[in-house]
Each structure stands twice: as structure tokens, then as C-alpha cells.
């Protein structure tokens, strides 16, 4: 079957199964919308730019959205694959509990890696395949960045002040 020769195609045929969105459809973006479309089942396109939904139409199976939440909010998704040079939605990805490959090898959010959500790989293909057929999922998701109710404490805390 060729595997001996070439091992990481095991990898790569279980990515095929895996449902892949692309966030950032510029030169980089589009490339990895087009090797997305080829390796795996693409079913999200989004860009901030709605002009972009054009672009989209190359990939008909896929929906596109300029609202990046919508994106992350399907529960649906094996992995997003997000071209920016935006840490910040690698922290994104984790609050909607989105497993995310980042295709670097540093990070700013190394909570991320340590709880389990995300996963350095690099630009390694053979990397890039292994993690997305095997999507980084710990069993729980810790509230690292809060629970996003501290401004309703905080308001609760000033309303009894004057109070005392």
C-alpha cells in the first residue's frame, strides 16, 4: 500500500474525514483554503472582509461568513485554520472550546498548549496532517481568562458601597 515508503500517509487519509474551516482568505489564507479543499472536508470560509465571499465561490461545499463567531459557534468543526498574524484567536478558538493547530512555533497563549486546546506544529505537512486528523481535545476545559461575568460583579460590588 505504499505506507512503508511513505508513513505519513496513514495521516493524511484520516484528515480527509476532518471538518476544516479557514479564517483569513489573503494570499496565505487562500492558499490553505486550496489545500484544505484538497486534504480534508473544507466546510468554513470566513474573512473579515465580506468582499471575500466571492473568493468563496471556488468551494461550493463550504459556507462563507464574515462574522468569525458564527464560524467558531459550529460545534461541528474538527479544526480551524486561521491565517493571521493574530494570536489573539488562538485564545478565541479556546473560549468556544474549538481545537486549535497553530501553524507556528511559539505561542503567547502557552495556556492553551498546556491545557490541551491547542498545538504548535509549525509548517511541517506531515505535522499539519497528524494533528489535524488527531485534533487537540482535553477532557476539560479550564476557565483560564475568567468565566466573562467579572463586570457584573464588579458592578454588583460598586452598587453596595454606598450603602454601608
Sequence with gaps: ???????????????????????????????????????????????????????????????????????????SLDAVVVATDSGGIQKEAYWYGVPCVTLRDTTEWVETIEAGWNRLVGTDPVEIAAALADPPRAAERPELYGDGHAAERIAGHLGTMGRR
Excluded at 35 to 60: I, Q
Design 1 to 75: 500500500d505504499g505506507t512503508e515508503r511513505h508513513p505519513e500517509r496513514p495521516r493524511m487519509e484520516a484528515l480527509r474525514s476532518a471538518r476544516v474551516a479557514v479564517a483569513g482568505l489573503g494570499p496565505w489564507g487562500s492558499n490553505l483554503a486550496r489545500n484544505f479543499h484538497e486534504l480534508a472536508d473544507l466546510v468554513w470560509l470566513c474573512d473579515s472582509d465580506p468582499g471575500k465571499g466571492d473568493f468563496a465561490t471556488r468551494y461550493p461545499q463550504a459556507r462563507f461568513t464574515s462574522d468569525f463567531d458564527e464560524m467558531l459557534a459550529d460545534d
